[in-house]
């Protein structure tokens, strides 16, 4: 019989290690919130619901590093919102409407996330990946990349992407993965994709950290800090080395592979 691990804190080092693995799976297509609570709770000894609170904690530092990298485009739409709320622009109103579709489907997932049977989640996580590789055959398959910009993106582009953002409160999912991947079957720039991504995770990381600062107090932790900074930094970092290579990445491959690792979690939790 496997008995759970007694839970401990971690110490500096240990913290460290989890900041960095959030920073660079944040912004990759792998589940950062699945591999930190892995880690965390498999190697490092935690409890289950104490390294998922850690994970969310984490999120902060991502959305921290998400508001350094795109201050400017951030900015601007706080200036738009509050000159003219009645008459946003193409990416101020998708930005809005795709946060308010991912915001109730995220939620309801995660308050019944321990509702649902391993098999339902399972069968979700399937149907997401086959979803996922028919969208990167098709890539693959095409003899241009989208050319669609932040300007030209529209109502039917903010709830696919906000349902995309929702969906990925299932574990194993990956929030950038799915979003991206949704922005680039619209036939949306690959730069621009990324750009959307990663601006329209800030609200949804900067709420989980908010949540997990507010229940379990982490902002008291000297080594919750130096785990917020590292992946602060971290995050940062991968964002800029993404951004410069966005146009040479082959995002049809990107998506198949996100697809394929998608339903062999599936098959596992199966």
Same mark, same amino acid.
């Given at each position: 019989?496997?008995?759970?691990?007694?839970?401990?804190?971690?110490?500096?080092?240990?913290?460290?290690?989890?900041?960095?693995?959030?920073?660079?799976?944040?912004?990759?297509?792998?589940?950062?919130?699945?591999?930190?609570?892995?880690?965390?709770?498999?190697?490092?000894?935690?409890?289950?619901?104490?390294?998922?609170?850690?994970?969310?904690?984490?999120?902060?530092?991502?959305?921290?590093?998400?508001?350094?990298a795109f201050r400017s485009d951030v900015?601007?739409?706080?200036?738009?919102?509050?000159?003219?709320?009645?008459?946003?622009?193409?990416?101020?109103?998708?930005?809005?409407? @795709?946060?308010?579709? =991912? &915001?109730?489907? *995220? #939620? %309801?997932?995660?308050?019944? $996330?321990?509702?649902?049977?391993?098999?339902?989640?399972?069968?979700?996580?399937?149907?997401?990946?086959?979803?996922?590789?028919?969208?990167?055959?098709?890539?693959?398959?095409?003899?241009?990349?989208?050319?669609?910009?932040?300007?030209?993106?529209?109502?039917?582009?903010?709830?696919?992407?906000?349902?995309?953002?929702?969906?990925?409160?299932?574990?194993?999912?990956?929030?950038?993965?799915?979003?991206?991947?949704?922005?680039?079957?619209?036939?949306?720039?690959?730069?621009?994709?990324?750009?959307?991504?990663?601006?329209?995770?800030?609200?949804?990381?900067?709420?989980?950290?908010?949540?997990?600062?507010?229940?379990?107090?982490?902002?008291?932790?000297?080594?919750?800090?130096? @785990?917020?900074?590292? =992946? &602060?930094?971290? *995050? #940062? %970092?991968?964002?800029?080395? $993404?951004?410069?290579?966005?146009?040479?990445?082959?995002?049809?491959?990107?998506?198949?592979?996100?697809?394929?690792?998608?339903?062999?979690?599936?098959?596992?939790?199966?």
């Open positions: 019989m496997h008995l759970q691990p007694e839970s401990r804190v971690v110490t500096l080092p240990e913290a460290a290690l989890l900041g960095l693995i959030q920073g660079l799976a944040e912004w990759l297509p792998v589940s950062s919130e699945g591999v930190v609570t892995a880690v965390y709770s498999l190697v490092f000894g935690a409890d289950l619901p104490d390294a998922v609170n850690f994970s969310l904690w984490l999120h902060l530092g991502t959305a921290l590093s998400a508001l350094a900015w601007d739409v706080i200036r738009e919102i509050a000159r003219r709320p009645t008459s946003p622009s193409p990416v101020t109103a998708y930005l809005i409407l @795709a946060t308010l579709s =991912s &915001a109730p489907l *995220g #939620f %309801l997932l995660l308050i019944g $996330l321990f509702e649902f049977s391993e098999i339902v989640g399972a069968i979700a996580m399937a149907v997401v990946g086959l979803l996922m590789l028919i969208t990167g055959a098709v890539l693959i398959k095409s003899k241009s990349s989208g050319t669609r910009t932040r300007d030209d993106v529209r109502w039917p582009d903010a709830i696919l992407t906000g349902i995309a953002q929702g969906l990925a409160a299932l574990p194993g999912l990956s929030r950038s993965g799915l979003t991206v991947s949704a922005l680039l079957w619209r036939g949306v720039d690959r730069r621009e994709a990324l750009t959307l991504s990663f601006i329209l995770s800030i609200p949804a990381s900067l709420g989980a950290g908010l949540y997990a600062a507010i229940s379990a107090g982490y902002y008291a932790s000297p080594e919750a800090t130096v @785990a917020l900074v590292v =992946s &602060a930094l971290t *995050g #940062f %970092l991968t964002i800029r080395a $993404l951004m410069s290579v966005a146009q040479r990445l082959n995002f049809g491959w990107f998506v198949l592979v996100l697809g394929a690792g998608i339903i062999a979690g599936a098959t596992l939790i199966w």
